[in-house]
């Protein structure tokens, strides 16, 4: 799944959980793996028909997407720092 749609997730729920951000923390951390249980393309799909530089630079641009779609979807409804940590915590999965 890509970045983006964990991140939208993400903000969704931290929004909706303003108030509790440890308790939000763990929901988007859930949500990733509950999301990667439906069948799924990313930008990982095919990566053994790409180069490094590019496979590299498609992670990148897709994680600078998320923050940025998130922010401007959710940045009046959640603090910044809770919904930094609420969207990071959504992609910690995919990047270790």
Avoid at 87 to 96: A, G, Q
């Amino acid at each position: 799944m890509t970045a983006t749609s964990h991140a939208l997730v993400a903000g969704a729920i931290a929004a909706k959980f303003a108030g509790y951000p440890a308790e939000a923390i763990v929901l988007a951390l859930s949500s990733h793996y509950i999301m990667d249980c439906v069948p799924h393309w990313d930008f990982g799909t095919n990566w053994r028909q790409r180069s490094k530089g590019m496979t590299g630079a498609l992670a990148i641009f897709d994680t600078l997407l998320a923050f940025t779609v998130a922010y401007f979807l959710y940045g009046g409804k959640a603090e910044f720092l809770p919904l930094t940590m609420v969207v990071t915590s959504s992609l910690l999965p995919d990047w270790l």
